[in-house]
T-cell receptor, first 115, second 110 residues
Framework: DAGVIQSPRHEVTEMGQEVTLRCKPI?????LFWYRQTMMRGLELLIY????????DSGMPEDRFSAKMPNASFSTLKIQPSEPRDSAVYFC?????????????FGPGTRLTVL | SQKIEQNSEALNIQEGKTATLTCNYT??????LQWYRQDPGRGPVFLLL?????KEKRKERLKVTFDTTLKQSLFHITASQPADSATYLC?????????FGTGTSLTVIP
């Protein structure tokens, strides 16, 4: 298995532009998570899907952020309009919620820089 | 609000010694606690899970303890090696809620 796949790996954009981050979870996993990681705030959970349905989006910072999961093999996180304070590494993780350890498998992350 | 604190941001130890990392939490009663390892430029990787009714778990050179009275977990790496150098994150989970600590950077000096 290729693991969780994220694209792009790096994104540099200007303030005000729309940014779309993509994630392909591990096949067979039924839960998907989006996280943001910064030095100041560590790893923050943004939103969590179970069986393609958003369960908890309380971590989404504001309306500029939106996430979708149209099917079991694809999810997007969109920021519109982007701001410099959105600069961070964004991780996608997936999990088989029926597994014994509840561990999450993380992708390599997307490093976003908003100028 | 939920607060998870991991001991010092950075920990340096000599090769061969035991590294002990601390995870303290408040305002929460997790059903389980996990430890992850994160290397620079990569996502976290799961290491161990310990449930609320378990006191201790071991895996090779790793040992985790969980004290729900003290609201604390300790993570030990015995016979540490330079390859153990990384950031270690604790994470609390229950149902739909999942919180990560800010991590402790461990450096094992040869």
């Amino acid at each position: 298995d290729a693991g969780v796949i994220q694209s792009p790996r790096h994104e540099v954009t200007e303030m005000g532009q729309e940014v779309t981050l993509r994630c392909k979870p591990i096949s067979g996993h039924n839960s998907l998570f989006w996280y943001r990681q910064t030095m100041m705030r560590g790893l923050e959970l943004l939103i969590y899907f179970n069986n393609n349905v958003p369960i908890d989006d309380s971590g989404m910072p504001e309306d500029r952020f939106s996430a979708k999961m149209p099917n079991a093999s694809f999810s997007t996180l969109k920021i519109q309009p982007s701001e410099p304070r959105d600069s961070a590494v964004y991780f996608c993780a997936s999990r088989n919620s029926g597994g014994p350890y509840n561990e999450q498998f993380f992708g390599p992350g997307t490093r976003l820089t908003v100028l | 609000s939920q607060k998870i604190e991991q001991n010092s941001e950075a920990l340096n130890i000599q090769e061969g010694k035991t590294a002990t990392l601390t995870c303290n939490y408040t305002n929460y009663s997790p059903a389980y606690l996990q430890w992850y390892r994160q290397d620079p430029g990569r996502g976290p990787v799961f290491l161990l899970l310990i449930r609320e009714n378990e006191k201790e778990k071991r895996k090779e050179r790793l040992k985790v303890t969980f004290d729900t009275t003290l609201k604390q977990s300790l993570f030990h790496i015995t016979a540490s090696q330079p390859a153990d150098s990384a950031t270690y994150l604790c994470a609390l989970g229950a149902g739909n809620q999942f919180y990560f600590g800010t991590g402790t950077s461990l450096t094992v000096i040869p």
